[in-house]
């Protein structure tokens, strides 16, 4: 089966806000069989909200709506759904007890507009939301059954697994498996080469590639008549990809290049520190935004100043005088200091020009020295990024590339 995905609200459809929904909703369809074809965002317009309805129950079998159930004058996807249908709304009253209850409970008075919220289009029904005021709504148009669900995430993703999941697991013939290779370290041109093989139109798995902040990430998406088949698919496929692609791949699914240095170092039983100048304290953030990565991260050091590299990591004033913070000696210095006196097995320290300002002809924005020392010995990489990214930009990727330099280091 196919979906469409309708987001209302003129807050979405404006930017006002950041419309997760359709991200999770395109993750959790695929995970029950269900293949999104078109993400929509319409604003709060009823006769606008009504031909996507329409539009989409003839193209599709299932439209999921999200948004536009609230209790105030534009929230329009009740009225627009009964437009759709040719149907007058009328009031649920078990709706009608369930947002008294809750009103009740919150020892809040409620507004009569809530009540509005009771409202479903004749021959819909509405879907039990035991986690706000707002139900939701299920019909049948055209081709398509109809799902409209809160806007507020939380409740939006509860009840697509109470109502929505199981009806669609019922009904769907085909098994969907997603696996996704994470891959840093070249760019999405040469990933597209090596495999192109594997994503030639109409090929089943499909494969694609997606590219966000520095990683490129290879979707493969297996349909099968069978959960095992679908499997089957994917599995090869990401066998030979993995082949083909190399030391490039760090990860698979939810893998993020922290995560899996971290569970290199601890089943490993080994140790990190970090020495921080342009970065900040990005690269130990990232590291701790791992529940666990106390067991094998022990210190970070933010040096930002001359001063505070010589004071907290002893490395030589005169060596920053002759070469620069930014410079190859002065980063393996920071990272042999680290090292010592943190008594761990691996330091990483890193020294840049993040820009936007700061960099001359020898040492322009985006040049960053990293440095990784374990107990034999000290290497330096050199890094040259684009100024054209932003100081943003230029951080993280500098943290990515350190922790995969990590990385490579462990699989050595």
Same mark, same amino acid.
């Given at each position: 089966?196919?979906?469409?995905?309708?987001?209302?609200? $003129?807050?979405?459809?404006?930017?006002?806000?950041?419309?997760?929904?359709?991200?999770?909703?395109? @993750?959790?369809?695929?995970?029950?069989?269900?293949?999104?074809?078109?993400?929509?965002?319409?604003?709060?317009?009823?006769?606008?909200?009504?031909?996507?309805?329409?539009?989409? %129950?003839?193209?599709?079998?299932?439209?999921?709506?999200?948004?536009?159930?609230?209790? !105030?004058?534009?929230?329009?996807?009740?009225?627009?759904?009964?437009?759709?249908?040719?149907?007058?709304?009328?009031?649920?009253?078990?709706?009608?007890?369930?947002?008294?209850?809750?009103?009740?409970?919150?020892? #809040?008075?409620?507004?009569?507009?809530?009540?509005?919220?009771?409202?479903?289009?004749?021959?819909?029904? %509405?879907?039990?939301?035991?986690?706000?005021?707002?139900?939701?709504?299920?019909?049948?148009?055209?081709?398509? =059954? =109809?799902?409209?669900?809160?806007?507020?995430?939380?409740?939006?993703?509860?009840?697509?697994?109470?109502?929505?999941?199981?009806? *669609? @697991?019922?009904?769907?013939?085909?098994?969907?498996?997603?696996?996704?290779?994470?891959?840093?370290?070249?760019?999405?041109?040469?990933?597209?080469?090596?495999?192109?093989?594997?994503?030639?139109?109409?090929?089943?798995?499909?494969?694609? !590639?997606?590219?966000?902040?520095? &990683?490129?990430?290879?979707?493969?998406?297996?349909?099968? %008549?069978?959960?095992?088949?679908?499997?089957?698919?994917?599995? %090869?496929?990401?066998?030979?990809?993995?082949? /083909? *692609?190399?030391?490039?791949?760090?990860?698979?699914?939810?893998?993020?290049?922290?995560?899996?240095?971290?569970?290199? &170092?601890?089943? #490993?039983?080994?140790?990190?520190?970090?020495?921080?100048?342009?970065?900040?304290?990005?690269?130990?953030?990232?590291? !701790?935004?791992?529940?666990?990565?106390?067991?094998?991260?022990?210190?970070?050091?933010? $040096?930002?100043?001359?001063?505070?590299?010589?004071? /907290?990591?002893?490395?030589?004033?005169? &060596?920053?005088?002759?070469?620069?913070?930014?410079?190859?000696?002065?980063?393996?210095?920071?990272?042999?200091?680290?090292?010592?006196?943190?008594?761990?097995?691996?330091?990483?320290?890193?020294?840049?020009?993040?820009?936007? !300002?700061?960099?001359?002809?020898?040492?322009?924005?985006?040049?960053?020295?990293?440095?990784?020392?374990?107990?034999?010995?000290?290497?330096?990489?050199?890094?040259?990024?684009?100024?054209?990214?932003?100081?943003?930009?230029?951080?993280?990727?500098?943290?990515? $590339?350190?922790?995969?330099?990590?990385?490579?280091?462990?699989?050595?």
């Amino acid at each position: 089966m196919d979906a469409d995905i309708l987001s209302i609200g $003129t807050e979405v459809s404006t930017g006002a806000i950041v419309n997760t929904n359709t991200a999770w909703l395109a @993750r959790a369809l695929m995970a029950v069989g269900v293949v999104p074809r078109r993400h929509v965002t319409v604003g709060d317009r009823l006769d606008a909200i009504r031909d996507e309805i329409v539009r989409a %129950a003839r193209e599709v079998e299932v439209v999921i709506v999200t948004g536009g159930l609230g209790p !105030t004058l534009d929230d329009m996807t009740r009225d627009s759904l009964a437009a759709a249908l040719g149907q007058p709304l009328e009031r649920d009253e078990a709706s009608v007890e369930h947002i008294r209850n809750l009103f009740r409970k919150m020892n #809040r008075p409620m507004g009569e507009s809530n009540l509005q919220q009771a409202l479903v289009p004749r021959g819909a029904r %509405a879907m039990e939301n035991p986690w706000g005021t707002a139900p939701g709504l299920r019909a049948e148009l055209h081709r398509a =059954v =109809v799902f409209c669900l809160p806007g507020v995430p939380r409740e939006m993703e509860r009840m697509f697994e109470k109502h929505v999941a199981p009806e *669609l @697991r019922q009904g769907c013939e085909a098994a969907v498996s997603v696996r996704v290779l994470r891959t840093f370290g070249q760019g999405e041109s040469f990933i597209g080469q090596q495999i192109a093989a594997f994503m030639a139109p109409a090929r089943n798995p499909s494969v694609g !590639t997606q590219a966000s902040e520095g &990683l490129i990430s290879v979707r493969i998406i297996g349909l099968a %008549a069978s959960e095992q088949e679908a499997q089957r698919l994917v599995d %090869a496929d990401a066998k030979a990809m993995r082949a /083909l *692609l190399g030391e490039i791949v760090f990860g698979e699914d939810d893998d993020t290049l922290p995560g899996v240095v971290g569970r290199m &170092l601890a089943e #490993r039983g080994q140790t990190l520190a970090v020495a921080e100048s342009c970065t900040g304290g990005m690269i130990a953030a990232s590291i !701790t935004d791992v529940s666990g990565s106390s067991r094998y991260f022990l210190r970070g050091y933010v $040096t930002y100043s001359n001063e505070s590299k010589s004071e /907290l990591l002893g490395v030589p004033p005169e &060596l920053i005088a002759a070469h620069g913070a930014v410079s190859e000696p002065v980063a393996e210095a920071m990272a042999v200091g680290c090292l010592q006196r943190a008594g761990v097995d691996y330091a990483l320290s890193v020294t840049g020009v993040a820009g936007p !300002t700061g960099g001359t002809a020898d040492k322009p924005v985006g040049l960053v020295f990293i440095g990784l020392a374990d107990r034999r010995e000290c290497r330096v990489h050199r890094l040259q990024l684009s100024d054209h990214l932003s100081r943003w930009a230029i951080r993280d990727r500098t943290c990515k $590339t350190a922790l995969n330099l990590l990385r490579l280091r462990l699989m050595a």
